[in-house]
């Protein structure tokens, strides 16, 4: 699979043996940058999908760097940092970091080790869009409960009776149920 990779390193030298490594693995080293500076807008240019950076330390603004970029244009990042500490290595996990690897970086091993952030990444994207679809589903389900209870109080409605004229309400109106129940609270001017 040919990457297109954003690499973040400040060393000339070091740069150009990751970038033929990563070259020679199949990668596209689409930008090459020295600092993290404006960091979501330099992956939304290179049109990235992986970010590898090699830092002597992961830094404040660096780790703030990587938590506007995985809130705003989440992609996979492999920190490469020469020393840690456990704050650190927190923090950068904790900003989106997929791979965070200590003692500096072999060129021969990148693209290993972004291969295995790419799969992290994508695993957890997965749990975050399923998380997402769990409290949305369960949202709409405090709504349709609560549009029963107000069907049940003003009609006089058994919670069966409730929930299927609700049901028969979002098919007559081609409408999901949640939104007509959404529409019923509204109608009782009861707050969401």
């Known amino acids: 699979m040919n990457l297109r990779v954003l690499l973040i390193d400040d060393n000339a030298e070091r740069a150009a043996a990751v970038t033929a490594g990563l ?13 993290h500076a404006d960091l979501v807008a330099q992956v939304r240019a290179a049109r990235a999908d992986v970010i590898v950076c090699d830092l002597d330390h992961a830094s ?10 995985n809130r705003d244009e989440p992609r996979p990042v492999v920190m ?7 704050a650190s290595i927190a923090a950068a996990m904790e900003a989106g970091v997929a791979a965070y690897v200590i003692e500096g970086l072999q060129p021969g091993r990148v693209r290993a080790v972004i291969d295995v952030a790419v799969a992290r990444f994508r695993a957890y994207q997965a749990l975050r869009a399923e998380l997402a679809e769990a409290r949305k589903a369960l949202s709409e389900r405090k709504l349709i409960e609560r549009a ?11 919670e069966e009776e409730a ?5 028969r309400l979002a098919m007559d109106q081609g409408r999901r149920l949640a939104d007509v129940a959404d529409s019923v609270i509204a109608l009782a001017g009861l707050p969401l």
């Open 23 to 35: 070259t020679a693995d199949g990668c596209t080293v689409a930008a090459l940058i020295p600092d």
């Open 60 to 69: 404040r603004d660096a780790i703030e760097s990587m938590r506007a970029l």
């Open 80 to 86: 490469f940092v020469d020393h840690a500490d456990p």
């Open 148 to 158: 029963k209870g107000v069907l049940m109080q003003t009609r006089r409605m058994s």
């Open 163 to 167: 929930y299927r004229a609700l049901r």
